[in-house]
């Protein structure tokens, strides 16, 4: 069986994908302009797609770095223990970071990382995330610039997996429920 066949429905298309996130990173664009050379560092796994397409629309200088961190287990919920997979190369110490996320769902991913950065002294911390999940949020945490905000549903593709599956799918879509239940 195809995984297509494990989709529900589609929220985003691949076209509706392409073009907020060229609007959002004309937000960005203007906004980090003068900056003295931003840090971009995204979240693996999830975000990998997100940042290729986003730099591409970037047209200030910048660096990139990446993260790993993981909550999720096997299950559709956060478990709430975040481990840190793989951490930055390099200082941020003063450096103008930009954490770059997939989706932010209970917000405790999100303020994980916040505490770790901003106890190394950045010069300022500022979240894109593509996906919004106010809706399940257990922790505020800041967003500056968003793509979507998304329903109470599981969210799949477009980096976002289910039980590490499905991130290649061009779209944001739905999961059956059925491929869950039981978990
Ligand atoms: C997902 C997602 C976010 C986090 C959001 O990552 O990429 O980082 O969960 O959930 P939260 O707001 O409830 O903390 P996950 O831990 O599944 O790892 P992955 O990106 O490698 O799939």
Partial sequence: MSMYDDVEKILYSKETIQKRIQEVANEMNALYSDADLPLLICNLKGAFMFLADLVRYLDFRHELDFIETSSYGAGTASSGDVRFLLDVGESIKDRNVIIVEDIVDSGITLSCILERFEARHAQSVRVVALL??????????PIDFCGFVVPNEFVIG???????????????GVLKPAVYQGD
């Fill in 132 to 141: 919004n999940k106010p809706s399940r949020r257990e922790i505020e945490v």
């Fill in 158 to 172: 477009y980096g976002l997996d289910y039980d590490q599956q499905y991130r290649n799918l061009p779209f944001i």
